[in-house]
């Protein structure tokens, strides 16, 4: 990582407290645009990428299917791996959208999910290549409300052990988040964030629809670390 982000980020503040300053833009839209930019560059850091550089000085994204997700992780570098990012990505999410909250409330919590989702799939720390944002969306289903998340876990897991894909589950999940959030929720900006994270994650997953089509979808399985195959 370059110090290119750092600077990025402190130019950001000085813009953001300048136009605060000069009544340029209300304090609501300077929160707001604060929880935009702390979602981004949070959802940013990427678990597998990190750890595939510094531990086994690899990049996971030239492993495998190329993802820099939990999934990949997994098959590639091994099960704990997986699952570390698994939970490294689940917690971006939640830490992002719970500052969110802090700061500028629902509208807040949506801005900063979403942020975080983007900064994930397209982090400024890693040449704006990562993952497809299944974990951190999990977390956005979680923040919305716990039963759009338990839905959203139920269908991945009964799609998980139908079809043993790991891309038809992921976007089987992530279309019940968006069909689940209006059904516990009358909160328009949550909805609409529902319907934004199911939308994300079937863009970040065409390349698996192709693959899908034309039967070369693997199926999920662990991996061992690379340099013992």
Known sequence: MSA??????????????????????????????????????????????LISKYIFHQDVRTLGSGNAGAANAARTLGAGVGLLTLLGD???????????SCLGGATGLAIAGAACMIGHCFPIYFGFKGGKAVAT??????????????????????????????????????????????????????????????LLVLLMHRSNIRRLISGTEPHFHFGKHPGKQ
Request: aromatic share 10%; glycine share 4%; net charge positive.
């Open 4 to 49: 290119f982000p750092l600077r990025f980020c402190a130019r950001c503040a000085m813009v953001l407290q300048r136009l605060h300053t000069e009544k340029v833009v209300s304090s609501m839209t300077v929160t707001y645009l604060a929880c935009l930019a702390l979602g981004y560059l949070i959802g940013s850091l990427s678990v597998s990428i």
């Open 90 to 100: 689940f917690l971006k999410g939640v830490i992002s959208m719970l500052l969110g």
């Open 137 to 198: 969306a999990a977390a956005v289903a979680l923040m919305i409300d716990w039963r759009v998340f338990l839905s959203a876990f139920a269908v991945f897991a009964i799609v998980a052990a139908l079809s043993k894909t790991a891309s038809v589950s992921s976007m089987s999940a992530s279309v019940a988040v968006a069909a689940m959030t209006p059904v516990f929720t009358r909160n328009p900006v949550l909805i609409s964030l529902g319907i934004f994270t199911c």
